[in-house]
């Protein structure tokens, strides 16, 4: 885990059932990453005040609590990122997560190596930060946001504004899912919240002009009944 | 710019809608003719023949060809629907069968003789009602009328041919009708056929034949069928211009007065044909007077059938109460904006020289400002087959009141008579004059201005007789005696003449009193209604008491079926018949007694109509037939049917949100339990995968034997939570009103998602992606959608060899999306294609298989939730299929982005 590893890592697990803890404290450590626990909702938010980690891992289940309270509580003061840990049934809890801060969620059950994927893609975007690139270069596509220009293989694309801020929120935050109520909102504006069928006409657009196959995309990824999510690779 | 000629929205919309209703209405097409003779039903059958030719489904309703070899010949190849019989009088008579007609169903029907009146026992009592249903049952109609059914021309005919005819149709049907054919023929070459004996006549008599076919009236006839034809291309005329933007039409409302007089009929039918000629609506007005309610029942009932006629013509009507006619008549029109008057004017010259200003010189000192149009009226009483019982009711009713009321006025005269002959040596008799006077006043105020007028003689010829010197002798030689007469005549004509406007007038207040407090009380009654059969016993209670009639609510079942109201120990209800019930219900509008339909019920039924829909069905049963003659009266009666029809809707959604609010509840529940389930079931399981994993990686690194055995309960630990998946979605599935989270969403994204889902278990095989590029949107739950194409796509991969072709197709047919999922595998074993599904539908859920044993159940219930079906066949160039389909919805507008010049 090569970009953990320059500096270990803390990272704050709450969940409160004992096994799941162990299995992934023992993954996360051999990685390198020094571990803390918490198995309920206060407990974790006391743990995240007072260590600072570089990242929370949060079961959606707890028994004191609903697991989005906790993210909206800990939204109102650090914008540590929030790995979520999902075993509902309902699309709608992880919506819920995501659109009140979640960074990434992972469905129960799961396996060590996807978890220890995603934990290196979100610390990473996190180390990262906010990314000043004026472009962004992916398969043989290059997005230059600077003069909002896209080309195909040294090609330039037309791609009308609407669609080329539905690219650009998107392709800002490589591997992040990003749900439909956060990016009609980020697009169209807050007045289009509800309006889904305007992302899926344009989404249509964007996938035939810049997919090989827009049937099998690459990297505009669909989150079937969360959102949607760019993969650059 | 041109502001005041753009259409009013108010208006399109209006003509929007009755576009709409027409849309669905169906067409009617009259063959219009100036006599018998001239053709019609031989046009008729030619458009009708012509129209068959082009493939319309024509059945002729009724035709008489009346033995023509010509017309009969027509008739050939068409279907024709067998006529009912209906027994009248020990014979049996041949109608047209409105009920087969609705049953068959044709695009179009021919039905002549627009105007024939039905046998007893028919539905309706005129053919053009039948037409009517048809027209509402969206059948198109061909048939065919003569000039002199018109009703409004029908008085006119019969001044020029001196035959009246008494079969007629309302104008509105005419000019309503979308077409109107004028069929015309010279009257000389009418003349011919006539000699020829082409034309068929009815058993009339030779003379009265010979009379109406003269060439002068051919001509007339020719001349009113012509015109009125005319009217009718005038006023499509003018409402093409308005449609075009032209000038709105200005509304000249028109208002017929109703007298007691005679003659009132055709009034009504000369203000009818005026208002259709100015395209305007009208009223027609009766005034009642205290001296007019004191007419006799036949003659009231005269006026309140001219009203109704004028109904039936398109007039707005009403009854108003007022002392005095001129007034109430201007009020009337100023309320309603009706610049227009139409009163009857008396052919003869009044004889009486005291007579009061005429009504027509009262109104027009009144109101200077409105038009009067004064017409002739032809007052000779009509001596119809009534007049022999109105005769005789007339005269009972001047018995009866004459009986008492008279006779108690001798009695008080004598009795004063007496009281004062003991007194006479002690007053002066101007003050036994004052006695007798009192006893005038008080029989005025008592009987009214005849009574009075009697005692006045009576008292005069008594004191005179007995106060009077000489006594006991009549003595009418002096002034004073005279001038005693007179004071008393006029005193008892005054005060009568007040007393029985302020009894009237106190009569009217107490009526519209008792009225509200009926409609109030029961309006407070219903709002405290809590279910539907409370609001039966309270409508019904207050119906009783309010009018002299049974009443009995009739409420529809879940499919729309009216149910028999329950017996109820000795109620006295009144027999209700559930066919008309139902026929009411079903057209909401009243049928039975009173009304255009089978008014030979015993029992009114009035359609309970609320906002939303129609309620139930009123059915009233009046003690007297006239109550519903009374234009106030059925407008109390519809009233109180609106009052029902809200309680019965506020009942209605008061269930509705309550079972919407347990419905809403048990969905909680059930979603709580199954996301703790769900929590429980797959902890345990994820702590077992990641476990097995985590001492995986630590024992492949020491190259430990027992690396298998921790393979193995990893792989166990997968499928057990595939099952325990497979199993939550059946149980949130079957447990029925799952809520699907429907969203528009795209097919190739949902298509696109599931094969990256399954990149593992398809990495063997080649996908075949055949989506239409045009798929519109589709309304469903992605989540659930997605489901089922990676259960169809993983039960592909998982009973194919590797590296057989998998594909996907997506198509539109009519109105749903078809979606198929195919490989060129071994294909399913044959004959038992049908029974993958049927097996799950019966519930047999646990199979052997778990993968492809729950999953197309699953797929199955996903599919129908969404009011979409899914088969499964063998390919016919092998390989199995499985398609569902799913009902296409129009997607909400797109705004369409502006594309700037590209750069």
């Given amino acids: ?233 | 710019m041109n502001d005041d000629r753009r259409p009013d929205p108010d208006q399109l919309l209006n003509r929007i809608k009755e576009d709409e209703a027409l849309a669905q209405r169906g067409k009617l097409k009259i063959f219009f003719g100036a006599s018998a003779g001239v053709g019609k039903t031989y046009a008729m059958l030619l458009a009708a023949r012509q129209l068959h030719e082009q493939g319309v489904e024509i059945v002729v309703g009724i035709v008489e060809t009346h033995g023509r070899a010509e017309t009969a010949v027509l008739l050939k190849g068409l279907e024709i629907l067998p006529l009912k019989e209906v027994p009248y009088r020990n014979r049996m008579l041949r109608e047209f069968d409105l009920d087969g007609a609705l049953a068959r169903r044709p695009a179009l029907i021919l039905v002549d003789e627009l105007a024939h009146s039905n046998a007893p026992g028919c539905r309706h009592p005129k053919r053009w009602q039948d037409v009517e249903e048809l027209l509402d049952a969206g059948i198109d109609v061909l048939t065919t009328i003569n000039v002199q059914h018109l009703e409004s021309l029908n008085d006119v005919v019969g001044g020029i041919t001196g035959i009246r005819v008494w079969e007629t149709v309302a104008d509105r049907v005419f000019d309503q009708a979308d077409e109107v054919v004028l069929v015309d023929l010279p009257p000389d070459e009418l003349l011919q056929r006539l000699k020829e004996g082409k034309i068929y006549l009815p058993d009339q008599a030779e003379r009265a034949i010979e009379h109406f076919f003269r060439k002068g009236n051919l001509i007339a006839l020719r001349e009113l069928a012509l015109r009125r034809t005319a009217d009718r291309v005038d006023d499509q005329m003018q409402s093409y211009q308005r449609q075009a933007g032209g000038v709105p039409s200005l509304r000249e409302a028109l208002l017929v007065c109703v007298g007691p007089g005679f003659g009132n009929d055709a009034l009504v039918r000369a203000a009818s044909r005026l208002a259709s000629k100015l395209d305007c609506e009208w009223h027609a007005l009766y005034v009642e007077t205290p001296a007019l309610q004191r007419l006799p029942d036949a003659r009231r009932q005269a006026i309140l059938t001219t009203l109704k006629l004028a109904q039936d013509f398109g007039a707005h009507t009403a009854t108003l109460g007022a002392a005095s006619i001129a007034p109430a008549i201007v009020e009337y029109a100023r309320k309603h904006g009706l610049i227009r008057l139409v009163v009857g004017r008396s052919r003869h010259r009044r004889w009486r020289w005291f007579q009061p200003r005429s009504c027509v010189e009262q109104l027009a000192r009144l109101a200077p400002e409105l038009d009067l149009l004064a017409l002739a009226r032809d007052e000779s009483p009509q001596r119809t087959l009534n007049s022999a019982a109105e005769v005789k009711d007339e005269a009972r009713w001047v018995q009866s009141s004459l009986g008492q009321s008279y006779g108690a006025t001798l009695l008080i005269c004598l009795g004063t008579a007496l009281a004062a002959t003991p007194l006479s040596p002690y007053l002066d008799q101007a003050n036994i004059v004052m006695l007798f006077l009192l006893a005038v006043v008080g029989v005025a105020v008592r009987y009214g201005r005849g009574p009075a007028v009697l005692a006045a003689v009576v008292n005069v010829a008594l004191f005179n007789f007995l106060f009077v010197s000489p006594y006991f002798a009549f003595a009418l030689h002096d002034l004073q005696s005279i001038l005693t007469f007179i004071v008393m005549l006029i005193v008892g004509l005054v005060v009568g003449q007040l007393t029985a406007r302020f009894r009237y007038q106190a009569q009217i207040a107490r009526a519209r009193e008792e009225r509200a407090r009926y409609l109030y009380e029961m309006s407070r009654e219903l709002s405290g209604a809590l279910v539907a059969e409370q609001v039966i016993e309270i409508s019904e209670r207050c119906m009783e008491a309010s009018f002299p009639v049974k009443a009995q609510l009739l409420l529809p079942d879940d499919h729309d079926r009216l149910q028999a109201p329950p017996v109820r120990p000795g109620a006295g209800k009144p027999k209700v018949d559930l066919a008309i019930a139902q026929w009411c219900f079903d057209r909401h509008t009243p049928a039975g007694l009173g009304t255009d339909t089978l008014p030979a019920a015993s029992l009114l039924y009035l359609p309970l109509k609320a906002p939303m829909r129609t309620r139930g069905v009123l059915a009233v049963a009046p003690e007297q037939r006239r109550l519903l003659l009374i234009p106030e009266q059925r407008r109390l009666l519809d009233t109180f049917a609106a009052l029902m029809a809200i309680a019965l809707e506020r009942v209605h959604f008061a269930i509705v949100a309550r079972d919407t609010l347990v419905k809403m509840e048990a969905e909680r529940q059930r979603n709580s339990l199954l996301a703790a389930l769900s929590h429980d079931l797959r902890t345990p399981i994820t702590a077992l995968i990641g476990l097995a994993e985590t001492l995986a990686l630590e024992l492949t690194a020491e190259q430990s034997p027992h690396h298998e055995s921790l393979n193995a309960i990893h792989q166990q630990a997968v499928r057990m939570a595939l099952l325990a998946d497979n199993l939550l979605d059946m149980a949130r599935l079957q447990v029925g009103g799952v809520r699907l989270r429907k969203d528009w969403q795209s097919l190739e994204e949902l298509v696109g998602s599931a094969t990256r889902m399954l990149e593992q278990p398809l990495r063997n095989h080649p996908l075949r992606l055949a989506l239409d590029p045009y798929l519109p949107l589709i309304h469903c739950d992605a989540v659930l959608i997605e489901r089922v194409l990676v259960n169809l796509l993983e039960n592909a991969a998982k009973y194919t060899p590797p590296d057989t072709v998998i594909g996907v197709t997506a198509f539109i047919d009519a109105d749903r999306l078809n979606v198929e999922v195919w490989d060129e595998g071994p294909g399913l074993p044959t004959g038992r294609e049908q029974r993958l599904f049927e097996k799950f539908t019966r519930g047999h859920a646990e199979s052997a298989a778990p993968g492809i044993g729950l999953g197309l159940a699953i797929c199955r219930a996903i599919i129908e939730a969404h009011g979409g079906q899914i088969q499964a066949a063998n390919r016919a160039v092998g390989g199995a299929s499985f398609t569902f389909t799913l009902p296409l919805e129009t997607p909400p507008p797109l705004e369409t982005e502006e594309i700037p010049e590209s750069s």
């Avoid at chain 1, 450590?29 to 260590?51: I, K, N, W």
């Avoid at chain 1, 809890?93 to 220890?116: C, M, N, R």
Wanted: charged share 25%; proline share 6%.
């Fill in chain 1, 1 to 233: 885990m090569n970009v953990i590893s320059e500096s270990p890592l803390t990272i704050l697990i709450v969940e409160d059932e004992q096994a799941i803890r162990r299995f992934v404290r023992t993954a996360l450590e051999s990685e390198g990453c020094r571990v803390c626990e918490a198995d309920t909702v206060q407990y974790g938010l006391r743990e995240a005040g007072t260590r600072k980690p570089d990242l929370v891992i949060l079961d959606l289940g707890l028994p004191d609590g609903d697991g989005v309270d906790f993210i909206r509580d800990l939204r109102a003061w650090s914008s540590m990122p929030v790995l979520v840990l999902s075993a509902r049934i309902e699309e709608y809890d992880k919506v819920a997560a995501l659109d009140a801060g979640a960074d990434d969620y992972l469905v129960k059950p799961f396996g060590v190596a996807e978890l220890l994927a995603r934990v290196r893609a979100v610390c990473r975007r996190s180390a990262r930060g906010p990314d000043g690139a004026a472009q962004i270069i992916f398969g043989e596509l290059t997005i230059d946001l600077e003069n909002r220009w896209v080309f195909r293989a040294e090609q330039p694309v037309h791609l009308t504004p609407i669609e080329f801020r539905l690219l650009a929120t998107l392709a800002t935050r490589p591997g992040k899912v990003l749900t439909h109520r956060q990016l009609l909102r980020e697009v169209w504006g807050p007045a289009y919240a509800e309006r889904s069928h305007y992302l899926r006409i344009y989404m249509g657009h964007l996938r035939q002009k810049l997919e090989a196959d827009p049937a099998r995309p690459q990297y505009l990824l669909t989150e079937t009944g969360v959102g949607y999510r760019f993969c650059p690779s």
